[in-house]
């Protein structure tokens, strides 16, 4: 190895003495046959984008009289298992739930808002999160992993009533679009 990368360093010594370079030439390694592949093709930005696939319907369960289907799909839980009370009824209603959402695959989104106290936002964004923590022990221990649960405390809102929003991967909350239409300064 180290005489022909001498004779490689040496070629333009021995070309000015006179020497054949033939055999140094003969020697180096020959330029790839292949070129390398073309670049992708750009998208094609004129198109509309393809319009998104609707969530899939989970088949309907049997709800217990503290929860409710939301038209979108998903679940609202209100009364006193909205506040972290959850009865026998809801906890097997949720058990039931996180198993065919496990089945799901992308993340679940737990919503919740409280009545009060209207004086002090940060307690009842407290609160909120403490609601959502409950229904996401319910649904861990249903078999959903906690990973693919995001929690949405939203506190107190304009509506001022304790509920949960329970939705299904690529379910909107009708709770955080109602909040944002409130929050939109007028056109």
Do not use: C, F, H, Y
């Not at 906890?91 to 737990?110: H, M, Q």
Request: aromatic letters at 0%; charged letters at 15%; proline letters at 17%.
């Amino acid at each position: 190895m180290a005489l022909p990368l001498a004779l490689l360093l040496a070629a333009p010594a021995l070309a000015q003495v006179g020497l054949p370079t033939a055999v140094i030439r003969a020697q180096q390694p020959a330029a790839p046959s292949d070129p390398a592949p073309a670049a992708p093709q750009p998208p094609d930005l004129t198109q509309p984008p393809r319009p998104a696939t609707p969530p899939a319907r989970l088949p309907l369960v049997a709800l217990p009289p503290s929860m409710r289907n939301l038209p979108e799909g998903g679940w609202r839980i209100e009364g006193a298992p909205a506040t972290g009370r959850l009865d026998p009824a809801t906890t097997n209603t949720l058990a039931e739930i996180a198993r065919r959402l496990a089945a799901v695959p992308g993340r679940v989104t737990v919503v919740a808002q409280v009545a009060g106290p209207a004086e002090d936002i940060s307690v009842a964004r407290r609160a909120a999160l403490a609601n959502a923590q409950e229904i996401r022990r319910a649904l861990e221990a249903g078999g959903l992993p906690g990973t693919r649960i995001d929690l949405r405390p939203i506190g107190r809102t304009a509506a001022a009533e304790d509920a949960v929003e329970l939705l299904p991967p690529g379910v909107p909350s009708p709770s955080l679009t109602a909040q944002s239409q409130q929050a939109a300064p007028p056109k």
